[in-house]
């Protein structure tokens, strides 16, 4: 499985980031692939890209403020929830991605 996912909070510093490290350790641990685009203050790092959501089984956005290009998910099954679920539930938030694109 491939999964994209979006991280973003207010500030854009620590919370983002502790985010998409959650969820790649996560993912890591479930042997599925993800690609984690952060919107932080520097702007978009590892941009999810058009060939990238044509490929993705699902996404995850767990944000706390509104993303940017929001509209590539809208062919993909997703799952939106806040930076703390992603931060504390990973793995628990995969697995529902898991069971919804069986």
């Not at 990238?52 to 509104?66: F, G, L, P, T, Y």
């Not at 590539?72 to 697995?95: G, M, Q, V, Y």
């Amino acid at each position: 499985m491939f999964f994209v996912c979006v991280t973003s909070c207010p500030a854009g510093i620590a919370h983002t980031f502790m985010a998409a490290a959650s969820l790649r350790k996560a993912a890591l641990a479930k042997g599925i692939e993800l690609k984690v685009e952060t919107q932080g203050a520097t702007g978009r790092d590892n941009e999810i890209t058009k060939e990238d959501c044509e490929r993705a089984d699902a996404a995850i956005i767990a944000a706390d403020v509104s993303i940017s290009g929001a509209e590539r998910f809208a062919d993909i099954p997703t799952l939106e929830c806040s930076l703390s679920e992603a931060i504390k539930k990973a793995p628990k938030l995969l697995n529902e991605v898991v069971e919804a694109v069986r």
